[in-house]
């Protein structure tokens, strides 16, 4: 009898019951709140992992700058090569000692020595050829085969060149030209 005279009516019908069916816990207010210890420890260990895979990811910047300066010998080669031909003289590309006053290296036989560099994109970098004091870069379309070795501190990178390809960066393990 639910009547606007019989208050305990409407907070009869209101309230909730229990019900004891099988499976049906009443669950505490600590379990329905925030994670269990196990859950965060998983979570903190994985975060550990993929933080110390990303620090082995991250590369050397003395390697990463004797790559850079690889590339750039390559294509100023190349560069002087085309010239070379093109102008019917001969180029040399001659390393200058890390001793020296002005460390870095030349080109010798350019026509216009302004359009290349003569210095290294950072410090510390030298070069030595291997059996030879300079790279001779043409006008024949043959050349001989060539090899440079890029020193970094403790890095190594060669370049090199089979005389009738390009230059281009070669293991440093392997003792021939590619």
């Known amino acids: ?30 379990s329905l709140s925030g994670f269990t210890l196990i859950e965060l420890l998983v979570v903190v260990s994985l975060i550990a992992i993929a933080s110390g895979l990303m620090s082995l990811a991250l590369r ?43 460390p870095g290296f030349e080109f010798v036989g350019v026509t216009n020595t302004s359009d290349f560099p003569s210095q290294w994109l ?15 870069l043409g006008p024949e379309p043959l050349i001989a085969p060539q ?8 890095q190594r990178l060669a370049v090199g060149t089979d005389g009738l390809g390009p230059f281009v960066v070669v293991d440093t393990e392997n003792p021939t030209p590619p």
């Open 60 to 102: 050397d910047p003395a390697g990463t700058q004797l790559e850079n300066e690889a590339a750039r010998l390559v294509a100023l080669l190349e560069s002087a090569r085309a010239e070379s031909r093109a102008s019917g003289m001969v180029v040399r590309w001659e390393p200058r000692s890390v001793d020296a006053s002005d």
């Open 1 to 30: 009898m639910c009547t606007a005279l019989v208050p305990t009516a409407r907070w009869a019908a209101k309230a909730k019951t229990l019900k004891s069916a099988p499976g049906n816990k009443r669950r505490s207010r600590r």
């Open 122 to 136: 950072g410090t510390g970098v030298s070069a030595e050829i291997v059996g030879a004091r300079a790279v001779v």
């Open 147 to 154: 090899r440079i070795v890029l020193r970094l501190e403790d």
